[in-house]
């Protein structure tokens, strides 16, 4: 990932190479507020995408923790509703864990990042580079199927660290 700055604004922006990336999934939380806004997305070369996004003034669920900082409960509220329109769509995110959820305090707002995994519900498959170090729920390896009840199982552990008395 790249911090950039437009030429025309001078505004910064994130520019990401993935070899994936779910436009429609990222279209359809952008009707709802809960990802950054889209510049450019295109397959550049081969099969390496380019996204370019607007930056956020936020804080990853990770360096909240990581700074002692409670995860105030708009975070779960939010998460789960972006969630559920996923899954209404057939989607699953895939990719839940804290460093792909951004907590903006000043605006009170939360995004969504990184759709190189979000993928069609017991269709499409995890990359089979997955880290199978990291704590997942059972069924879940290196190029298994994707399935709705994973991103739960994530958001459930997501729900866990929010402090519902902020």
Known sequence: MYIATLSDTDQEVIVKFTAHYNLEAHR????VGFV???RFCECVIG???MVVMDCVDGKSIWQLQ????????IVARSVTDAIELLHENDTVFGDLWDQNILYDASKACVVLVDFG??????????PATLNP??????DVSPYSIMHKA?????LEQLIALCNFDA
């Open 133 to 138: 170090s990291n704590t997942w729920v059972e």
């Open 66 to 73: 990581e700074d002692k900082i409670p995860v105030p409960e």
């Open 150 to 154: 994973h991103d739960l199982w994530q």
């Open 47 to 49: 099969d390496l995408y």
């Open 28 to 31: 359809l939380l952008a009707k």
């Open 117 to 126: 995994w979000s993928r069609k519900d017991g269709e499409s498959r995890y």
């Open 36 to 38: 950054l806004t889209l």
